[in-house]
């Protein structure tokens, strides 16, 4: 049972750049939610995507922005980069309804110098 | 963004102790989640909890959803060096049209001495 994949692991980015980064939901989720994860942080809500649209947003700018396929397959793309947005950006899975419990990817190293 | 009370920040153990952190928050969550996340990778869940009071356990690790469903502990019983990670709790709050968002602590920095 393939659990929630990323790509790519790392990637360094110039300031000013545009980025892309994929997630692959588990076998059987069809939710997918974008966590950015400074150093020494726990990991900070961006947005969930259900159904192909999104549907809660954290306290992130519209520079962040994402993106659900039909086969529940997201993107998630930051325009304009800050340094400040150097971060581990992970992915999370699950179900669409009730308390449910969220399996995470391990992640995007994204590094913007 | 807002992020739950974690404590302690870090701890150094024995190999063999036993371990006992926790978390809290000024808001009720519905569910409350045990994290674990080594360097450079993703967190790996341990525990759900789901109901007010409730106490869970995975293997040597424990759990409870404190009744005022504004925190939760967890404890690692004789600890082993492959305990040694960054613990994260999590909460769990219905937040409208249908979604769930995860608020999780600043972690709890584990190192096991051999």
């Known amino acids: 049972d393939a659990g929630v994949t990323q790509s790519p692991t790392h990637l360094i980015k110039t300031r000013g750049q545009q980025v892309t980064l994929r997630c692959s939901p588990k076998s059987g989720h069809d939710t997918v939610s974008w966590y950015q994860q400074a150093l020494g942080q726990g990991p900070q809500f961006i947005f969930q995507?259900?159904?192909?649209?999104?549907?809660q947003r954290g306290n992130f700018p519209d520079r962040f922005s994402g993106h659900q396929f039909p086969n529940y397959s997201s993107e998630l793309n930051v325009n304009a980069l800050l340094l400040g947005d150097s971060a581990l950006y992970l992915c999370?899975?699950?179900?669409?309804?009730?308390?449910?419990?969220?399996?995470f990817g391990q992640g995007t190293r994204l590094t913007v110098v | 963004g807002q992020q739950l009370n974690q404590s302690p920040q870090s701890m150094f153990i024995q190999e063999g102790e036993d371990v006992s952190m926790n978390c809290t928050s000024s808001?009720?969550?519905?569910?409350w989640l045990w994290y674990k996340q080594d360097p450079g990778e993703g967190p790996v869940l341990l525990i759900a909890?789901?109901?007010?009071?409730e106490l869970t356990s995975n293997g040597r690790l424990t759990a409870q959803f404190g009744t005022t469903r504004k925190d939760s502990f967890l404890n690692i019983s004789a600890s082993i060096p492959s305990d040694v990670g960054i613990y994260f709790c999590?909460?769990?709050?219905?937040?409208?049209?249908?979604?769930?968002?995860?608020?999780f602590g600043k972690g709890t920095k584990l190192s096991v001495i051999p």
């Open positions: 999370a899975s699950s179900l669409p309804t009730g308390n449910t419990e969220a399996f």
């Open positions: 808001s009720i969550f519905n569910t």
């Open positions: 995507y259900y159904e192909e649209e999104e549907r």
């Open positions: 909890l789901y109901k007010a009071g």
């Open positions: 999590a909460g769990h709050r219905y937040s409208g049209a249908g979604s769930y968002q995860l608020t």
